[in-house]
């Protein structure tokens, strides 16, 4: 099977509701998620993210991304391969996801009132809620600070990259919260919380059933 019929029979798939969260992926599944992040037709790799991304309607929140282990290995062949590096293989995407346990992560993108007088990123906290339930809390959050636009198109923020001093003032920021992916039904539908102090500043569903 050629990459663009691997690429175009998964999109299919999924739109026949053939998907789910994969926590552990295979070797096919590696290949598959490097397929479509080296496709070179945009509307493919547009189509395969847009049920990653979940817009809020809740101030300061602008949307939250999913990023599953499958997706991550999608967005680091991406990366690569819009810089003209197509070598990113099974064994880099392999090492990409590491030996410890998966891990799901929500990046919670936000954007503050022009008046904030924030020096960092505020300690907002981030649940998974289901009926009956209880709240499910992320093992840890990484808080990274925006002082400029954001840019469409560009990559998700990288939290190993401590951005530098700057007199410019805080005009937005994201979240990254990592949860056990363990500890999530692969199928399940969740609400995105974002709380204040235990005030809710926005809620966004989150389908995983829709995702892979």
């Known amino acids: 099977m050629t990459r663009l019929a691997l690429v175009s029979f998964w999109l299919l798939a999924a739109d026949a509701g053939m998907s789910a969260v994969q926590i552990a992926l ?82 919670v993108e936000m954007t503050f009132h022009p008046l904030n007088t924030f020096v960092g990123v505020p300690d907002y906290a981030v649940a998974l809620v289901a009926p009956g339930l209880p709240p499910l809390r992320p093992r840890a959050i990484d808080r990274i600070p925006r002082h400029g636009p954001r840019v469409d198109g560009a990559p998700l923020p ?25 500890l999530l039904n692969e199928k399940g539908i969740y609400d995105v919380v974002i709380e204040d102090g235990g005030k809710e500043l926005a809620r966004v569903r989150a389908d995983l059933a829709g995702m892979r």
Do not use: C, N, W
């Open 158 to 182: 990288d939290r190993s990259v401590i951005p530098p001093p700057t007199d410019h003032p805080l005009v937005g920021g994201a979240m990254v919260a990592r949860f056990d992916a363990q």
């Open 26 to 107: 295979d070797p096919r599944a590696v290949s598959e998620a490097i397929a479509i992040g080296q496709s070179r037709l945009d509307r493919e790799r547009a189509r395969f993210h847009a049920p990653y991304r979940l817009a809020a309607k809740g101030e300061p929140v602008d949307y939250v991304e999913v990023i599953t282990p499958f997706r991550r290995v999608v967005l680091a062949a991406e990366s690569r391969a819009v810089t003209g590096d197509r070598t990113f293989g099974q064994r880099q995407g392999i090492e990409l996801l590491g030996t410890g346990p998966a891990v799901v992560e929500l990046v």
